[in-house]
């Protein structure tokens, strides 16, 4: 069959997933245009709610997307000018600029050896008397080794940030990301796990003190309509997001099962491509397959030729953080961190939706074990 008869097959299919409840979404959309209140009201509250149920926590705050969530969570914990903060090189620039927006240090320790997450060893090496929190990253929806960071940061008296823009829903024990920790951030990006309709995010903390804090820091630290404690930002869920949410929430699971049902689909496929390193599972945990991201040598000739073969790829992410040119200052060049670097350069991800079928999935393995094969 010559290449150009190939089937596409996409990376993402946001039409296929929102067919089933396309009505419902716009009856919602209609609701709040209808409404004539767009900032704040019981689409933002009820979505809060519903997103705590969830999680089995008390209560969740939305936010205006997870980089900001992130910065509250920091500065409400008071963190700031002379703290350090540890998190890992690979990942969404967000995890690290929030650091950075406080005040405080940005800190890399390198990846877990054969997964993808930042190592519990390698970030309590890095630690001084300066350090105040880590950020673990539960990278691609795989929950990072949360009983290791739970035991570090108890014994340093650390606060435990978990980064859950990629892993809404993933459980590390049978417990939700997000809740393991003093905090966890969510993000509602169109792509992730939870997409929305535009820019979105939320944050759990365990301290309802600290819960309260953040809240209002995300709403200019205000306490009422025209008395601010403190100055905070503007970081609030817009109610268009909060109503389509609502929407998409009580699916999240269901969507969750199918890109897990995926992976092991991709698992089956790819087994016997000897070029092919298959991501790795954490014992004790249910991943939520944001990505599915293998390991190949010449990555980037196999991503050229499954172009050609009409198969769309990602790489996420092609650079460690602390390689970038927003990073220099640091100091920690090509080099510094080679498990993130070795990840940086080999990580393909492979097409991965809720409603990617047997098919492609099959049709996807086969076209990459004829690209392995054409490269060998
Ligand atoms: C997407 C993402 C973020 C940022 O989320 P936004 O809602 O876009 O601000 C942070 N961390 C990770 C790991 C992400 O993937």
Request: proline share 6%; aromatic share 6%; with cysteine.
């Amino acid at each position: 069959m010559g290449l150009e008869t190939l089937k596409p097959i996409p990376f993402v299919d946001m039409a296929r997933l929102h067919a089933p409840i396309q009505d419902a979404l716009h009856t919602a959309a209609l609701r709040v245009i209808d409404s004539g209140r767009f900032i704040g009201g019981e689409d933002v509250r009820g979505f809060e709610r519903e997103m705590a149920a969830t999680l089995g926590t008390p209560e969740v705050c939305s936010a205006s997307c997870a980089t900001l969530g992130l910065f509250a969570v920091l500065k409400c914990m008071g963190i700031g000018p002379g703290d350090e903060v540890i998190t890992t090189p690979h990942t969404a620039i967000a995890t690290a600029e929030a650091i950075s927006l406080t005040g405080a240090q940005v800190v890399f320790g390198d990846l877990q050896p054969g997964y993808f997450n930042l190592d519990p060893a390698q970030a309590e090496a890095r630690i001084t008397p300066r350090t105040r929190a880590i950020i673990p990253v539960h990278l691609y929806g795989q929950p990072a080794d949360m009983d290791a960071f739970v035991r570090l940061t108890d014994k340093h008296q650390l606060m435990l940030i978990e980064d859950c823009a990629q892993a809404q829903g993933a459980r590390h024990k049978g417990r939700r990301v997000g809740t393991i920790g003093h905090a966890g951030v969510y993000s509602f990006f169109p792509s992730k796990n939870l997409g929305g309709f535009g820019d979105g995010g939320a944050v759990v903390a365990r301290d309802p003190a600290l819960m309260k804090r953040i809240r209002m820091f995300c709403d200019h630290g205000r306490t009422s309509k025209y008395m601010h404690e403190f100055e905070g930002v503007n970081s609030r869920l817009d109610t268009l997001q909060a109503a389509l949410l609502r929407v998409c929430l009580p699916h999240l699971d269901e969507w969750n099962a199918c890109r897990a049902r995926a992976a092991r689909w991709y698992d089956e496929d790819l087994a016997g491509i000897p070029e092919v390193t298959r991501p790795r599972v954490l014992p004790d945990t249910d991943p939520v397959y944001h990505v599915y991201a293998i390991q190949v040598p010449r990555r980037d000739d196999v991503q050229a030729r499954m172009k050609e073969h009409g198969v769309e790829t990602g790489i996420h992410y092609p650079h460690a953080l602390n390689t970038l040119p927003a990073y220099t200052h640091l100091q920690q060049g090509k080099g510094s961190f080679p498990n993130a670097e070795q990840a940086c350069a080999h990580v393909l991800s492979l097409p991965m939706h809720p409603s990617i079928t047997r098919d492609e999935v099959k049709e996807a393995s086969e076209r990459l074990r004829a690209v392995c094969a054409s490269l060998r």
